[in-house]
């Protein structure tokens, strides 16, 4: 693995070296690369030395490791009350507790209520569990990983009655765990499993899995006193994730790099789209189509490069596709489902334009002309190893069409 991320350093210092531009997709590649190498490689060895010198403490204390190439190695400790501090109010009249430092994201599901950062993970296992009734624990930890917990021996589930042995010895884990009735999860074999709740910084890493099953929106919870009526108000506003430093940032429509991406099972991905629905619930077929109009353009042959264009080929093949498929309908235009793919971990943009200026197109509160998207983006583009199971791997090229067929296009 880091004989890859090596021969991509040189490349990068290559292209340097004789003056040539880097593009926005090496770059990426490279930024894969060195996440997957960490994930990979430098937590598991980081675990596999520090745990065994943590076991013996009471909990409670959290060691955070800060890296950044400009600024080095951090290693600082944190309290569970740095993590997820406490808004507390007075009791007098007329005074206002501080909410500065109080983390009020939310964030929902397919356009569901908007949840905390606990309630969130909770759903989302929840979720998979309802849509995979005979999953067991051991695909809950493939799906969701102990390394997305900084505390790994804890992971995202754990079977109940192990955490109540547990318990006894350390009853700090009842805060650390959902263990109340209505949140306990059963499998299909009977085993009942319990979800961590206490997720700090680490709910990052989760974010970026859950993104690759549903659609998630983010509000920031703005209280403010009304002084008329004297209650508190809510605003909340959809917010994103900023990936150049892992923040939120509000109303950032930029998601084509979640702050985890790890390795993407593409026909998992496939599978779970991030669609709208009709009023019967069926989800809208819009991104399945221009899909299938990539894979079928990339099998044949037709599409030379992993280079989408706005230009007829692609118009075309999904026009034809889609009178196909739903001869009923008026065909709707192609560029809809090509601007809303941006929210698909596979799926990128090659800006025409600067970094900050395509920053603030990505904002636009509704989808853009064609001309403004022909003037802004070059191209569109999906990773390399989906394009390579596309050309390469016939039994995965079915199973992609197949995702695409069975859950949008043609659904069963």
Known sequence: MMENLSTAYDAI????????????????????????????????????????????????????????HERGLDIRTASEEDLNPIQTSQASEGSKSSSSSHDRTKYSIDGGQPLTKRRFVLSVVKKYVEH?????????????????????????????????????????????????????????????????????????????????????????????????????????????????????????YDLMNSPYRGEIDYVEAFWHLIVARYPNGEKCPHKAIL?????????????????????????????????????????????????????????HFQPRVSTDEFKRFLKLQSQPTAKQMREHIQYAYIDEELVELIKNNDSEREQLIRALMDTYIQPR
């Open 13 to 68: 210092e290559l292209l340097e070296s004789l003056g040539l531009p880097i593009s926005q997709e090496q770059l990426l590649k490279v930024k894969q690369l060195e996440l997957q190498y960490i994930t990979d490689v430098i937590v598991p060895h980081i675990q596999k030395e520090c745990e065994p010198l943590l076991e013996d403490l009471i909990g409670g204390c959290h060691l955070i490791l800060d890296y950044s």
């Open 132 to 252: 995979h009734p005979y999953a067991s624990l051991e695909e809950l930890e493939r799906q969701f990983p102990s390394s997305l917990n900084s505390s790994p021996k804890y992971g995202v589930c754990r079977r109940y009655d192990e955490i109540m042995i547990k318990v006894k010895e350390r009853p700090d884990l009842k805060k650390r765990f959902f263990l109340d009735a209505e949140d306990l999860i059963t499998l299909i074999d009977g085993t009942k499993i319990c979800v961590f709740n206490q997720w700090g910084k680490d709910f990052n890493n989760f974010l970026g899995v859950a993104r690759r099953f549903h659609q998630v929106d983010y509000f920031y919870e703005d209280k403010a006193d009304d002084e008329t009526t004297n209650h508190v108000t809510k605003k909340y506003e959809y917010a994103s994730f900023d990936d150049s430093n892992n923040t939120l940032s509000l109303n950032d």
């Open 291 to 347: 899909l299938l109009s990539v894979v079928r353009l990339i099998e044949s042959g037709r599409m030379t490069s992993n280079r989408i264009y706005m230009d007829d080929m692609i118009k075309n093949e999904f026009d034809e596709l889609w009178k196909r498929y739903r001869p009923n309908i008026d065909v709707p235009s192609v560029w809809t489902p090509f601007w809303y793919l941006k929210k698909e971990q596979f799926w």
